[in-house]
């Protein structure tokens, strides 16, 4: 999975996540088209382990895959149903408050 952290000005983070075959790909439903850029979701590769610590850290988060979102219904971040589809691709945004 490609793992990328976003820190903003005010110390806020985002942690995005995408399964390694989704990265530079565009996914589409109706009118709605995402291209899951290197440049949100990262050019390094990460093990599960180290998505699992961002993850379980992550005040926000954006999800794109099985393998990301399993992750994050394994931590208890979103439920079963927690995440919807955009094509065939499962994609889950979390955000805590």
């Given at each position: 999975m490609y793992l990328k952290i976003h820190r903003t000005p005010a110390g806020d983070e985002v942690v995005a996540v995408c399964d390694r075959e989704?990265?530079?790909?565009r996914i589409s439903q109706g009118d709605l088209e995402i291209h899951i850029s290197e440049a949100f979701y990262g050019g390094e590769l990460a093990t599960p382990d180290e998505v699992r610590i961002a993850l379980s850290r992550a005040e926000n988060a954006n999800l794109m895959?099985?393998?990301?979102?399993?992750?994050?219904?394994?931590?208890?971040?979103?439920?079963?149903d927690g995440y919807l589809r955009i094509g065939s691709v499962p994609h889950a945004q979390i955000i805590r408050i």
């Open positions: 989704l990265l530079n790909v895959g099985e393998r990301s979102v399993a992750l994050a219904i394994e931590l208890g971040l979103i439920g079963k």
